[in-house]
Structures are given as C-alpha cells and as structure tokens.
C-alpha cells in the first residue's frame, strides 16, 4: 500500500510544542530533587502543562506506531521507519510518561531513566546519519543539519537526569533553556518541511 504520509510535518511541529511546554514547565514549575516533587500551590499549572503535553506524547506515540506498522517506506528497507517511527513512540511514551507524572503530581526522577535511554538511542541515529551519508550517498536531503537536529534533543534528553536529581535551580534552569534550543532548531526544520510539502504540484 502506497501512502501519502504527509504527516510527518505535523510530527516536528509537535516535536517543537513538546519542547516548548517542557522549557515552560522547568522554568516556571518550582521542583524540588530532595523529595522528587512539585510545589503544591503550582498543581493547577502542573496538571495543565501535564495534559497539554499529554496530547503531544499521544499524537507522538499513535503516529509512530502508524509507520511501523503499515512500514510506508518500502524503498528504504526500512530506515525511515526506524529513523521517524521508533524515535517518535519512544519518545511518545517518554512524553506520556513526563505528563502523566506532571498531573498526578509525582516526580520527575523515574521518568528521566526512561528520557536517559532514548537520548542514547538518538545519538545512535545521530551518528548513523553522519556515518551512512557518504559521497553521493545521504540518509537525508541535509546530513549534517539532521545530524544536529537529533543531537540536540538526544543531550537534552540526556541533561534530563541531572536536571532532575540536583538541587540547584540553576540546573533546571539550564535544561529549559536547552528544551527551547532544540525546539527552536526543530521549529526552523518543521517549518522547512511545512513549507515544501505545501508547494503546489507542477501544471501537467
């Protein structure tokens, strides 16, 4: 089956709200490492950030499940699937998981391990841009640009644990700043994206 999966776009746009929610929530939720919870008079933001970001992870986790399912990229023996599919259920679940801890008003520490694991398996993809896209042949239209926009999220995702276990709120506040980082290079790659998938088909 052959499919138009135009979707992809949307998928980055919400890679970009995902960070800009998380950036919001570490730089205006007071969290405290020593007991891995929230301040209790902020539980009203935590649990709308938690169901805006819910509603990401979802979308996040529904569509990569969607192309590993029906494996839409036949020509590629699947690297494409691997490469936009695995990453985004995992990183739907890692999203779920964040937010669900959010409106429960439990801690963030567990569900850092879990961030922790996908930003190694981003790195891999990372690399394995960079390492496959020799000479004439590239994984993606821009190498080196991909290769940065899976970096960023994957030392994010990776900063998360010490974010989340040391009690200075400077550490906290360096994880937002870097969630907003990497949401601003997914958003100049999204919008990219939008912008080709729109250009109207050539008159025949």
Excluded: C
């Amino acid at each position: 089956m052959v499919l138009a999966f135009d979707y992809l776009d949307s998928m980055m746009w919400s890679i970009v709200a995902s960070g800009v929610i998380l950036g919001v929530a570490m730089l205006r939720l007071r969290y405290k490492p020593s007991t891995d919870s929230f301040d209790e008079e902020q539980k009203n933001l935590a649990k709308g950030l938690g169901v805006a970001l819910g509603a990401n992870g979802l979308y996040l986790f529904i569509t990569g499940l969607s192309i590993g399912f029906l494996w839409p990229f036949t020509s590629s023996s699947g690297l494409y699937t691997v490469l936009f599919g695995g990453v985004s259920v995992l990183g739907g679940l890692v999203l779920l998981s964040v937010a669900l801890a959010m409106f429960l008003g439990r801690g963030l520490q567990a569900t850092s391990y879990f961030g922790f694991v996908l930003g190694l398996y981003l790195l891999v993809d990372a690399y394995s841009i960079l390492n496959y896209s020799t000479g004439n042949i590239n994984i993606t239209s821009n190498p080196t640009l991909s290769t940065i926009l899976y970096l960023a999220p994957a030392v994010t995702l990776i900063s998360s644990v010490p974010a989340t276990h040391i009690e200075n709120k400077w550490a906290r506040r360096i994880f937002g700043v870097l969630l907003f980082l990497f949401a601003i290079g997914w958003m100049y790659f999204a919008s990219n994206v939008t912008f080709g998938h729109l250009k109207p088909p050539t008159p025949t």
